[in-house]
């Protein structure tokens, strides 16, 4: 996942940019950049965050960058943003999506002659760059974000900042945010709503699928209208959003709330206590608690001090030992209790497992796991939602194949199912591998319940393989 945030004012920008740019460390761990344009041109700066925060990484840049126009981008993946020359003049660019089908763009660029471009380490190419080559086909900017948006397979909203000011492009399809905010004498565009509210900005616009503004210091243009189709992706309320963002109107932290709740009505468990998993269970834990009338306890407490995010190495030994070092256990909270404990999703399985041993170990008597979304069945072709190489990662998926073996595929369908005696065997083969006391998934209509949005405005397809 990436955040991007860009600034056009009719002084500095960079100090709002520094701090809105911040403000997405959550969607990145990998990667921070800043790009500024001033009275001496373009200056960039990208640093690996991997181990130190983006605030630590940029304070020096922070001092030296000047200039009334930026953009910034925290990234899980490649560096950005870029700077480009080409005919359409310099600019920087930095993207939030995926790009499906890289190797033939790059092919069909390599067969018209027109371009070379930069391997990154382990071979793979940028996509950020990729993106600024098809813009590049077009006689202008707006024509060459259109041209970029019609070819891209997969989810890519842009910002292009300019000496005059920034393009921002949402994706076609809606499947991330983007928003305006405006104060006296400056606009900001951001992922995050949130990002910009303790920098004195107030909600402006936001972006409309495959809408394409440009902003400059004095205003706001629309210079490609808004589709009429939008599949927002619905993990930005379950897991990824900050919880102070909201997005189409619906606050992150309120959604999760209506989840946790509808989960609850539907559960009969007899229990001690309720916990989130921090930190996106937690709001999930409260409303599940709330409608339950169970107490809410904090059987471990989170220690972030110096461990960074869980997802962040690249091997999976690595995260599920960050993710136990960062776990501290109450033992009043937890010996001789039955807890219900929930999470907002179950990917592989490995760091829910760990954390029920570790519970099991400081004297849990039972361990009931509640989910805040389906079961994940399918990869997501949109957003680099994770680093699976295989959908068979995925434990739903796994024990989907252990039941059916070979030609499995054909039965994801029923496995889909909340209702289907399928969906009862996957859940229970989970259970037992994990060896939870009980485990139940939030069901895919309850959890769209929860947002109030149509249905049909958002993505499921993790959960049940329909991309329309």
Same mark, same amino acid.
């Given at each position: 996942?990436?955040?991007?945030?860009?600034?056009?004012?009719?002084?500095?920008?960079?100090?709002?940019?520094?701090?809105?740019?911040?403000?997405?460390?959550?969607?990145?761990?990998?990667?921070?950049?800043?790009?500024?344009?001033?009275?001496?041109?373009?200056?960039?700066?990208?640093?690996?965050? *991997? &181990?130190?925060?983006?605030?630590?990484?940029?304070?020096?840049?922070?001092?030296?960058?000047?200039?009334?126009?930026?953009?910034?981008? /925290?990234?899980? &993946? *490649?560096?950005?943003?870029?700077?480009?020359?080409?005919?359409?003049?310099? %600019?920087?660019?930095?993207?939030?999506?995926?790009?499906?089908?890289?190797?033939?763009?790059?092919?069909?660029?390599?067969?018209?002659?027109?371009?070379?471009?930069?391997?990154?380490?382990g071979g793979s190419i940028?996509?950020?760059?990729?993106?600024?080559?098809?813009?590049?086909?077009?006689?202008?900017?707006?024509?060459? /974000?259109?041209?970029?948006?019609?070819?891209?397979?997969?989810?890519?909203?842009?910002?292009?900042?300019?000496?005059?000011?920034?393009?921002?492009?949402?994706?076609?399809?809606?499947?991330?945010?983007?928003?305006?905010?405006?104060?006296?004498?400056?606009?900001?565009?951001?992922?995050?709503?949130?990002?910009?509210?303790?920098?004195?900005?107030?909600? %402006?616009?936001?972006?409309?699928?495959?809408? /394409?503004?440009? $902003?400059?210091?004095?205003?706001?243009?629309?210079?490609?209208?808004?589709?009429?189709?939008?599949?927002?992706?619905?993990?930005?309320w379950v897991y990824y959003?900050?919880?102070?963002?909201?997005?189409?109107?619906?606050? $992150?932290?309120?959604?999760?709330?209506?989840?946790?709740?509808?989960?609850?009505?539907?559960?009969?468990?007899?229990?001690?206590? $309720?916990?989130?998993?921090?930190?996106?269970?937690?709001?999930?834990?409260?409303?599940?608690?709330?409608?339950?009338?169970?107490?809410?306890?904090?059987?471990?407490?989170?220690?972030?001090?110096?461990?960074?995010?869980?997802?962040?190495?690249?091997?999976?030994?690595?995260?599920?030992?960050?993710?136990?070092?960062?776990?501290?256990?109450?033992?009043?909270?937890?010996?001789?209790?039955?807890?219900?404990?929930?999470?907002?999703?179950?990917?592989?399985?490995?760091?829910?497992?760990?954390?029920?041993? %570790?519970?099991?170990?400081?004297?849990?008597?039972?361990?009931?796991?509640?989910?805040?979304?389906?079961?994940?069945?399918?990869?997501?072709?949109?957003?680099?939602?994770?680093?699976?190489?295989?959908?068979? *990662?995925?434990?739903?998926?796994?024990?989907?194949?252990?039941?059916?073996?070979?030609?499995? *595929?054909?039965?994801?369908?029923?496995y889909a199912d909340p209702?289907?005696?399928?969906?009862?065997?996957?859940?229970?083969?989970?259970?037992?591998?994990?060896? %939870?006391?009980?485990?139940?998934?939030?069901?895919?209509?309850?959890?769209?319940?929860?947002?109030?949005?149509?249905?049909?405005?958002?993505?499921?397809?993790?959960?049940?393989?329909?991309?329309?």
């Amino acid at each position: 996942m990436s955040g991007f945030f860009g600034v056009v004012s009719k002084k500095d920008c960079v100090f709002d940019l520094f701090f809105g740019t911040d403000y997405h460390s959550h969607l990145g761990t990998r990667r921070g950049g800043m790009a500024v344009y001033g009275d001496t041109g373009f200056n960039r700066a990208i640093h690996n965050i *991997e &181990n130190s925060p983006f605030r630590t990484k940029f304070e020096r840049d922070f001092e030296e960058m000047k200039g009334n126009i930026g953009i910034g981008c /925290i990234s899980d &993946n *490649e560096p950005q943003p870029l700077l480009v020359r080409s005919h359409l003049g310099n %600019f920087a660019i930095a993207t939030v999506g995926r790009i499906n089908n890289i190797d033939a763009l790059v092919k069909q660029a390599f067969s018209e002659g027109k371009t070379h471009f930069l391997e990154m380490s382990g071979g793979s190419i940028n996509a950020t760059e990729l993106t600024a080559s098809l813009v590049n086909r077009g006689a202008s900017i707006p024509d060459g /974000i259109r041209y970029a948006q019609s070819v891209i397979d997969g989810s890519m909203s842009i910002l292009i900042l300019t000496s005059k000011g920034i393009y921002v492009a949402r994706d076609k399809m809606g499947r991330t945010p983007v928003v305006i905010g405006k104060k006296s004498g400056a606009f900001c565009i951001s992922f995050e709503s949130f990002a910009y509210l303790n920098l004195g900005y107030e909600p %402006f616009k936001e972006l409309g699928p495959g809408e /394409i503004d440009f $902003v400059s210091a004095d205003g706001v243009d629309v210079l490609s209208p808004a589709g009429n189709q939008m599949k927002i992706c619905t993990f930005l309320w379950v897991y990824y959003g900050n919880p102070a963002s909201s997005y189409e109107g619906l606050n $992150v932290e309120h959604m999760r709330y209506n989840c946790g709740a509808i989960l609850a009505r539907r559960d009969t468990i007899s229990a001690d206590a $309720v916990a989130g998993l921090p930190d996106s269970g937690t709001a999930h834990a409260i409303g599940y608690a709330n409608a339950s009338k169970l107490p809410l306890t904090r059987p471990f407490v989170k220690y972030t001090h110096t461990w960074p995010r869980s997802f962040m190495p690249q091997k999976q030994t690595q995260r599920d030992l960050i993710a136990h070092m960062k776990l501290i256990p109450i033992d009043e909270m937890i010996r001789n209790k039955r807890l219900v404990l929930i999470d907002d999703s179950l990917v592989r399985g490995t760091q829910l497992r760990g954390t029920a041993d %570790f519970l099991y170990r400081s004297g849990a008597k039972e361990l009931h796991i509640r989910l805040a979304c389906p079961p994940l069945l399918f990869g997501c072709p949109y957003l680099n939602f994770s680093r699976s190489s295989s959908d068979l *990662e995925l434990i739903a998926r796994r024990k989907v194949a252990a039941l059916e073996g070979e030609g499995y *595929e054909s039965t994801l369908d029923r496995y889909a199912d909340p209702d289907s005696e399928q969906y009862a065997a996957m859940t229970e083969a989970i259970r037992s591998e994990l060896q %939870f006391t009980s485990l139940r998934y939030n069901r895919l209509d309850d959890m769209l319940a929860s947002t109030g949005i149509p249905a049909c405005n958002c993505c499921t397809y993790c959960w049940n393989g329909k991309k329309d």
